[in-house]
């Protein structure tokens, strides 16, 4: 995985994330946390202690990064001092932060037919209708294979996807359509979306996914910062405004904890706008005459 010399205690770390089947990207991040800390501390990282710990959560706190890269760091920390040198006590009183709840940015069915529209090219306008018809994330679209297309089942496989988990998302017609369209002008032989035409096409990148998604925003006219994790969340909230059940949902979304769609339920304003209020549901008090 890395080809510079590797010390002792990294190969040791490497080895007990391999152990435990972590994706690739994690033993990177993991590594690099590792190695971050052991710049600041100036020494092996082996020979800190609690104290040390807490000092780089300070300065950590202090230069301003976000939440989600201090937490991440923590748990890199943990997992080197507990499975990797078995000094769990290193990091027993480490703190995470905690992470404020911000709502998904969702745009209109209407946002979104505008959107799809105005993708820059047959390619893109498959990849990013492909997104919002599935609810993928942006690396399970960049790694799709033409077998993932059950077209006799109108499914799409989704393989090892977040949390090394398979799962299945339905194929839309409409989207089957776009696919064999884009499928007989770039003939891709395994992964779905190629780079280009031709043999020895590598598989389209999240970086140029994203890009897609910035060039169709803006010749749309929408103002909002559209990503495709904005298609998944717009996926999901149509998906309840049109009244599927919430453990469908998670199903198809691939979350582990149904409090991660239940996020959802607080966009779905279309939903929201529909519901009976209790007090309208109220018997209507009999009015009585006035005495004269």
Known sequence: MINETISPL?????????????????????????????DFFGHSPA???????????????SSGLGVPTRNMTMTALRFFYRATIKRPEVTDQVVFAREPRRLPVVLSQEEVARFLDAAPGLKAKAVLSLAYATGLRVHEISVLKIGDIDKDRMMIRVEQGKGSKDRYVMLSP????????YWRKYRPRDWLFVSRIGQGANRLSTRQINRYCHVAAERAGIAKRVSPHTLRHSFATHLLENRTDIR?????????????????????????????SPLDLLPVPEVKPSPA
Do not use: C, P
Not at 10 to 33: G, L, P, V
Not at 174 to 181: F, I, P, Q, S
């Open 10 to 38: 990294r190969q040791r770390m490497i080895e007990e994330m391999t152990i435990r089947h972590f994706s690739t990207a994690t033993q990177k991040n993991y590594i690099r946390a590792v190695k971050e800390f052991a």
């Open 47 to 61: 020979k800190a202690n609690a104290e040390d710990i807490r000092r780089y959560q300070l300065h950590l706190a």
């Open 174 to 181: 409409y989207l089957l359509d776009l696919l064999r369209e």
């Open 248 to 276: 469908v949902i998670q199903v198809l979304l691939g979350h582990k904890k149904l409090d991660t769609t239940a996020l959802y339920t607080r966009v779905a304003l279309k939903a929201i706008g529909e519901i009976i």
